[in-house]
């Protein structure tokens, strides 16, 4: 008990002696606040009008004016933080309310005459329209984005280059007011990324003029089609097409599987694939065809047909040809990932670097004032090589855009390449973003779902595989390049197309010693890009010729020399990246943007230098010079410091699109906004 006593003196001493101590320091201590970037951070000393206007080409006030029917709507969830307004989707709905609120949306913006003419627009001006509406209402919501993109883009796509006038007239109206819901059934349980090998069937019976579509096991059954679980009408089924017990390859058909009032129709199967880690705003289903009978009329035969009497006609004889042909339309599906991606990567990067300029953590002498995160060299680092990176991407997808709305028969080999390599590249950037940086540069914040960064990641995760799983595009831009090359050497001529001519040239010399000064030359990153495709390629031929000489199958043969044809794939869309990025530089005239521009293009070469281990495997750079590099890194992210706030500001998107955390976290977070 004395001790007690004792140990109870002492801590009553103790407080008495530090009670008005204590109480001076928390009057005294002051408290964090918000300091808005705009009010501490340089003016822009460049055209951030000018800046976003490269990003957005002609687009920009189509875009403007969906990012507005959506703030203005209730339906797009907004609620105030912090003194302003954010839109975004309500995360904490379920499954069933996050699909019936995605449809709620899309009849919102049908009101609004946002599809209005969809068919109708023509000519290069009418896609890039297109396109500017897919992705405005995917900054909002991806889910949003995907549900239009399988109706307009997929199902709509199909009908438009697939099918003729007889397709077009029946069902082009439909389509634009949704009175038809289409979906797009092509993948399967069992193949996804190898369209010829699905196993769905289509006979035709000539005695009633019908085809009869079927699914013949349960690993035919088609999966993950977007739209079919819940609200689909149509679809366009992907099937093999057999024909008098000949299998001509795979052709699209047009069948109903819901009635006028939503039922299922007969002799149709359908399942929910269920909950998914994000877009569980999209009906993901699964099909079933029990020998479904659809008209004759129902092939879309732009390549190939069948007449009455049950005769196979197409033009086009060889079957690789023909499924190139048949396919070669649907590349718009990739172009709309790329850009959706950029859009992606943006908001993420805004809501980061915007918190990183108000958010403080630790002093570096005592009694001074905690440091800025985005002072810190290693957050420098972080976020704004991805930056510049996020700028020669936008740059390369609207090249993408560009000719795809301008292709034509002979160029579509080179859209096929040009959107497999940007697809996977700017969807792994996109990724990489998201979670590897701007989520743990938000530190606990980031985990948030409110501040989008974290759970953007899961909402994305799918576009690595969509369209093409990212690994198996690469090695098909390999096989490409093979071609070409090994095309132009039987003609004995000069290779031509997808900007391979530096081949044509002596390989470039990489000086020794390298310098900051050099490394900022557009001659030496141009070189150095081109060196290591070349090299490359010379690898992959060898390789390739090497296992042909032992009789060793193409298929084998590719499956075993993956490793360089992804290198080579890498090393084709890098250099790609940098050719349209110098082909933008080039129209801005001199002066402070064309500066920021340079600067940005330097970190972005210098950055792929880096991190891409090739550059050393293969001997393109030794390692002082591997050295030199990660020195200017460093010394680009000092110099890009202080444009960081006008660089995401001339992303263009509205505050209302980003994060409570990109402006006054502090009142965002206050026991008031409980």
């Not at 943006?346 to 809501?351: H, M, P, V």
């Not at 989520?439 to 995760?461: I, M, P």
């Not at 150095?528 to 690898?539: G, K, N, P, T, V």
Request: glycine share 6%.
């Amino acid at each position: 008990m004395d001790r007690v006593n004792f140990r109870t003196q002492i801590l009553t001493r103790h407080l008495q002696t530090h009670q008005t101590n204590t109480i001076d320091l928390l009057n005294t201590a002051p408290c964090v606040s918000y300091t808005p970037p705009e009010l501490s951070e340089p003016s822009p000393n460049f055209d951030t009008t000018s800046l976003r206007k490269l990003l957005d080409g002609q687009s920009v006030e189509d875009i403007d004016y969906i990012f507005n029917l959506m703030i203005q709507s209730n339906l797009f969830c907004p609620r105030e933080r912090g003194g302003k307004v954010f839109i975004a989707p309500d995360f904490n709905q379920s499954m069933e309310q996050q699909r019936e609120m995605t449809m709620r949306r899309i009849d919102y913006l049908r009101e609004k005459g946002v599809f209005d003419g969809w068919f109708d627009k023509k000519g290069p001006e009418g896609d890039l329209w297109r396109f500017s509406q897919a992705e405005s209402v995917s900054v909002f919501d991806h889910s949003l984005g995907i549900k239009l993109g399988v109706h307009f883009f997929l199902w709509g796509g199909a009908i438009r280059f697939m099918g003729t006038k007889r397709h077009h007239d029946k069902w082009y109206k439909p389509t634009e007011t949704l009175e038809v819901k289409g979906c797009f059934a092509m993948t399967e349980l069992g193949h996804g990324s190898n369209v010829r090998g699905i196993e769905t069937i289509t006979r035709y019976d000539a005695s009633t003029g019908e085809f009869i579509i079927n699914t013949p096991c349960e690993s035919a059954q088609k999966y993950w089609i977007g739209g079919a679980a819940n609200h689909a009408t149509h679809t366009v089924v992907f099937s093999q097409l057999e024909i008098n017990g000949v299998n001509q390859g795979v052709h699209a058909f047009i069948a109903q599987i819901r009635d006028e009032n939503g039922n299922v129709c007969p002799n149709i199967r359908i399942a929910d694939c269920g909950h998914k880690i994000g877009l569980n705003g999209v009906d993901n289903g699964r099909i079933w065809f029990d020998n479904l009978r659809i008209p004759r009329e129902n092939l879309l035969n732009s390549v190939a047909d069948v007449s009455p009497d049950g005769q196979y006609l197409s033009a086009i004889k060889d079957p690789d040809q023909r499924f190139a042909a048949f396919l070669a339309p649907l590349t718009s599906g990739r172009v709309t990932i790329a850009a959706s991606s950029m859009n992606t990567t943006k908001i993420g990067l805004a809501t980061a670097i915007r918190y990183s300029l108000s958010r403080r953590a630790f002093s570096i002498r005592p009694n001074e004032p905690e440091v800025l995160l985005l002072d810190y060299p290693s957050h420098q680092r972080r976020l704004l090589p991805l930056l510049a990176k996020t700028y020669a991407l936008s740059f390369a997808s609207n090249y993408l855009k560009m000719i795809y709305v301008k292709r034509t028969p002979e160029s579509i080999k080179t859209v096929h390449v040009v959107s497999s390599a940007l697809k996977a590249v700017l969807t792994w950037h996109c990724m990489r973003t998201l979670q590897v940086e701007c989520r743990e540069a938000c530190g606990g914040q980031g985990l948030k779902t409110e501040n989008h960064v974290g759970h953007l990641k899961s909402e994305y995760d799918v576009q690595l595989t969509f369209e093409g799983d990212n690994n198996v595009l690469m090695q098909q831009i390999s096989k490409a390049l093979l071609a070409e090359f090994l095309a132009a050497k039987k003609r004995n001529k000069p290779i031509r197309g997808l900007g391979l001519e530096h081949l044509n040239k002596p390989a470039p010399i990489i000086p020794t010693h390298l310098t900051s000064s050099t490394l900022r030359t557009t001659q030496f990153q141009t070189d150095i890009f081109c060196l290591r495709e070349r090299d490359l390629l010379h690898r992959f031929v060898t390789e390739v010729s090497q296992h042909q000489s032992q009789g060793e199958s193409k298929e084998h043969i590719f499956t075993v020399t993956y490793q360089t044809a992804e290198d080579l794939g890498r090393a084709f869309s890098d250099r790609l990246i940098l050719q349209t990025y110098l082909d933008v530089e080039a129209t801005v005239p001199g002066g402070p943007l064309k500066s920021v521009l340079g600067l940005m293009r330097s970190m972005y070469t210098t950055i792929v230098l880096e991190e891409d281990a090739s550059f050393l495997r293969y001997g393109y750079l030794s390692t002082d010079n591997a050295a030199v590099v990660r020195k200017e890194v460093l010394k680009l992210c000092s110099e890009l410091r202080p444009h960081a706030l006008s660089l995401v500001s001339s992303f263009g998107i509205p505050d209302a699109f980003l994060a409570p955390i990109a402006f006054n976290w502090v009142d965002a977070n206050a026991w008031s906004s409980v």
